[in-house]
């Protein structure tokens, strides 16, 4: 049981380039979500998906994509990147049954993303 | 709209002294409050959550915190800390409506660094 993993764990890109953040969960949970962690402002919520099918914007989605593959599978992509999207990036899944919100999130070790 | 504010950024301790990381939170609905830590290069793990009940949480590590409605903090304290302790901790906060069916993101504080030193 691997939890929640995470491909790449570095990437440099230079602007303008475009790559897709890969995350997988073995935990049969419905919901996914990606984060971004920068110095002194935690994490902030870029996209989440409720459950398989469904996709939504957090609180800081503009330059992102994602992708609900399966229940498994949660992709983040960076159609053009800039300077301002190095980061640290986390996904997270949690089981999110029957619209509760009291569940924990689990969360994978992070890519940490450098733009030149 | 909820939001969380961790009280200080860093905290500098000496090994075997307690500690306490301040969080206070502000939701218009019922809350649901969590403390993550983040070990150097790694990613987040649950420590505690107060999800109702007793407002005294236990959590992994000898850590436990305390919620506090009418303060509306929920501080995190650790009677005598460990090298090992070395870390940043967030605190959280996820909201729920009165209908219990509402999604709740989860929105997280700044980060407090706790440093230990021997």
């Not at chain 1, 303008?16 to 890969?22: H, K, V």
């Not at chain 1, 920068?38 to 469904?54: F, H, K, N, Q, V």
């Not at chain 1, 957090?58 to 229940?71: H, I, M, Q, T, W």
Request: charged fraction near 15%; charge should be neutral.
């Amino acid at each position: 049981n691997a939890g929640v993993t995470q491909t790449p764990k570095f990437q440099v890109l230079k602007t303008g380039q475009s790559m897709t953040l890969q995350c997988a969960q073995d935990m049969n949970h419905n919901s996914m979500y990606w984060y971004r962690q920068d110095p002194g402002m935690g994490l902030r919520l870029i996209y989440y998906s409720a459950s398989e099918g469904t996709t939504d914007k957090g609180e800081v989605p503009n330059g992102y994509n994602v992708s609900r593959l399966n229940k498994r599978e949660f992709s983040l992509r960076l159609e053009s990147a800039a300077p301002s999207q190095t980061s640290v990036y986390f996904c997270a899944s949690s089981e999110s049954t029957s619209g509760r919100v009291r569940e924990t999130q689990y969360f994978g070790p992070g890519t940490r993303l450098l733009v030149l | 709209a909820q939001s969380v504010t961790q009280l200080d950024s860093q905290v500098p301790v000496f090994e075997e002294a307690p500690v306490e990381l301040r969080c206070n939170y502000s939701s218009s609905v019922s809350v649901y409050l969590f403390w993550y830590v983040q070990y150097p290069n790694q990613g987040l793990q649950l420590l505690l959550k107060y999800l109702s009940g007793s407002t005294l949480v236990k959590g992994i590590n000898g850590f436990e915190a305390e919620f506090n409605k009418s303060q509306t903090s929920f501080h995190l304290r650790k009677p005598s800390v460990h090298i090992s302790d070395t870390a940043e901790y967030f605190c959280a906060v996820r909201g729920e409506n009165a209908g219990g069916t509402s999604y709740g993101k989860l929105t997280f504080g700044q980060g407090t660094i706790l440093t230990v030193h021997p």
